[in-house]
């Protein structure tokens, strides 16, 4: 396959072998549209792109990959290598997912010193010898690179953070070459110095002020567990997206996975999301994944069922939430990559209007979400909390909308007719219809 670009910024370059367009911004803010083509032996195709240039990162939710809920302080950078390699041949990448992110456990330990280096910047530990070449390597594919530490003096495992050296640590990872940072809570509260709103804003205040100052765009993620209702304020201290509760994979489910639960939470704040600030609540954990409480235990397949997972996806793409799997890259199978890739689905997730979706109807047995898209449509999520499947009405006086709309499936692509009213379909046990509702003509 070949590539070429029309309108391309001068300061862009596009290879045309490989798809993958490189460079700096243009210096003069806006929009810059762009029409990419592709072709090969069976033809070609083309799609109009749009570069933005200005101030705001995240226009759209991040997607990626991270360590945490596979690898946890077993991680090295050939998992690193060997995720970013996975994510262009699975054709993750062709679907939006870009970031490569390791998490905890990549830096020295506790009592393994020295921790710094005579600049006093942060060390890798042995397990990363060729920390610079691995982003390079990940750079190389067309994808970003993204990495974890903290405010206080040690992370959530035991390794050292960032504390008193947050601008020598910060021009590290932008040396490296880093494209996203998160940023965890963990042993701060030991020097915080308080409980109070401040206290929880000081250390990303000051990481967001570090990180605008540098000569290269890094993704600030704020992993605080939802303190002090940081929806609220996330975005003026800086961060482009921000956890809303506790880790999901520490999060149990009684008739419900925990998913619900954590999603459900997440959901209530959809009033502060947009480009540029995203509610964050945590990974997709389907396929091979991780046990959060035992972490020598050997990664196992996910308890939840098809339509269970079906509905985590839908969730967070309804909610405009990151998408980060954190499954074992390695072992994907075509059932967890159909529910990672599908592009009318993903599409919910990356509108370029950036609303989340609202729950408008919630009770035991029902969930029912809605989303206005930038086309003027409306995205639904129709969820069966339930423990048998059931037929499930959309009134659209709900919405509200009025007169006929298309109906089409998202999770199957299919156009399922006109309808004036009201829309029913049969939804499975723990199940959803995820629909896209048009203006009828």
């Known amino acids: 396959m070949t590539f070429s670009a029309q309108n391309l910024p001068a300061t862009l370059t596009l290879d045309a072998s490989g798809g ?22 069976s033809g070609s195709d083309t799609r109009p792109f749009v570069v933005t240039v200005g101030d705001t990162l995240a226009l759209t939710p991040p997607m990626g990959w991270n360590s945490w809920y596979i690898h946890y302080y077993h991680v090295t950078e050939e998992h690193m290598r060997n995720a970013a390699d996975v994510m262009i041949s699975s054709g993750m990448a062709d679907y939006g997912y ?28 042995a397990k990363f010898p060729d920390i610079k070449g691995m982003v ?51 042993s701060y509260s030991a020097v915080a110095g308080g409980a109070e709103l401040e206290h929880m804003q000081k250390p990303y205040r000051l990481m967001g002020d570090i990180l605008k100052g540098l000569d290269r765009d890094i993704i600030l993620n704020l992993c605080q567990y939802g303190m002090g209702d940081v929806w609220t304020w996330g975005g003026a201290v800086g961060g482009h997206c921000w956890r809303t509760t506790g880790d999901l994979g520490l999060q149990e489910g009684a008739l419900l996975p925990g998913f619900y639960h954590i999603g459900l939470s997440n959901a209530r704040h959809y009033e502060y999301a947009g480009p540029g600030r995203w509610n964050d609540p945590d990974y997709i954990l389907i396929g091979r994944i991780g046990n959060a ?124 007719g006109t309808y004036d009213g009201q829309f029913t379909t049969e939804v499975p046990r723990h199940g959803v219809a995820l629909v896209q509702l048009s203006r009828s003509d």
């Open 98 to 125: 870009s970031y490569v992110n390791i998490d905890d456990c990549w830096m020295k330990k506790r009592d393994d010193e020295p921790y710094r280096d005579a600049r006093g910047a942060i060390l890798p530990n």
């Open 20 to 41: 993958v367009i490189t460079g700096r911004a243009p210096e003069t803010p806006g929009e810059y549209v762009v029409t990419l083509a592709a072709k090969n032996g």
């Open 293 to 416: 409480r035992a972490h020598d235990e050997p990664p196992k397949p996910t308890t939840l069922t098809p339509s269970e997972q079906y509905s985590y996806m839908s969730m967070w793409c309804l909610m405009a939430a990151p998408l980060f799997y954190s499954g074992d890259m390695r072992y994907l199978d075509e059932f967890t990559l159909n529910v990672l890739c599908n592009a009318e689905v993903i599409d919910v997730d990356q509108d370029p209007l950036g609303v989340q979706a609202r729950p408008i109807v919630q009770d035991d047995e029902t969930l029912i979400m809605a989303k206005p898209m930038a086309d003027g449509s409306l995205a639904v999520g129709l969820f069966n909390l339930a423990e048998l499947s059931r037929p499930m009405t959309l009134d659209f006086s709900i919405l509200p909308l009025a007169g006929k709309r298309s109906v089409r499936d998202l999770w199957r692509h299919k156009d399922l």
């Open 136 to 186: 390079d390597h990940i750079h190389g594919k067309g994808l970003k690179a993204g990495l974890y530490t903290g405010p206080g003096p040690w992370t959530c495992a035991g390794y050292v953070a960032s504390y008193e050296h947050e601008e020598i640590d910060a021009k590290k990872f932008a040396e490296w070459g880093f494209d996203f940072l998160k940023h965890d809570w963990c």
